[in-house]
């Protein structure tokens, strides 16, 4: 059984950087694809980052404006999510996700296979 664990929110203040770790155990780091997500209340799962099971493929969701970073470390078994310029709306839970293989659709939830339990970012005005 895969399973992840979210670390690295906190509160940042506006402007700021931050990096978030998702660390991976059980099933074959190397063959998995993960993606990042993030959620507010009443808002839906907002799509972040994605990164194929190679490494070799990263993409991105639209309204980042090339703040966000993903990246992973097979060795360490971990993918991090590395955000900089964060704003007040950046505040969110966000959510590490991981798939068999490559998914199917990147900024589709449904389509990952395994989540963890996030880890909270506020961003102070």
């Known amino acids: 059984q895969v399973q992840l664990v979210e670390s690295g929110g906190g509160l940042v203040q506006t402007g700021g950087s931050l990096r978030l770790s998702c660390t991976v155990s059980?099933?074959?780091?190397?063959?998995?694809?993960f993606g990042w997500f993030r959620q507010v209340p009443a808002k839906n799962r907002e799509f972040l980052a994605y990164?194929?099971?190679?490494?070799?493929?990263?993409l991105y969701g639209d309204n980042e404006n090339g703040r966000f970073t993903i990246s992973r470390d097979n060795a360490k078994n971990s993918v991090t999510l590395e955000m900089t310029g964060l704003k007040p709306e950046d505040t969110a839970d966000y959510y590490c996700?991981?798939?068999?293989?490559?998914?199917?659709?990147?900024?589709?939830?449904?389509?990952?296979?395994?989540w963890g339990q996030g880890t909270h970012l506020t961003v102070s005005s």
């Open positions: 996700a991981a798939a068999r293989g490559d998914v199917r659709v990147h900024e589709i939830w449904y389509d990952y296979d395994f």
């Open positions: 059980g099933g074959t780091f190397s063959s998995l694809s």
């Open positions: 990164i194929s099971w190679e490494g070799g493929r990263t």
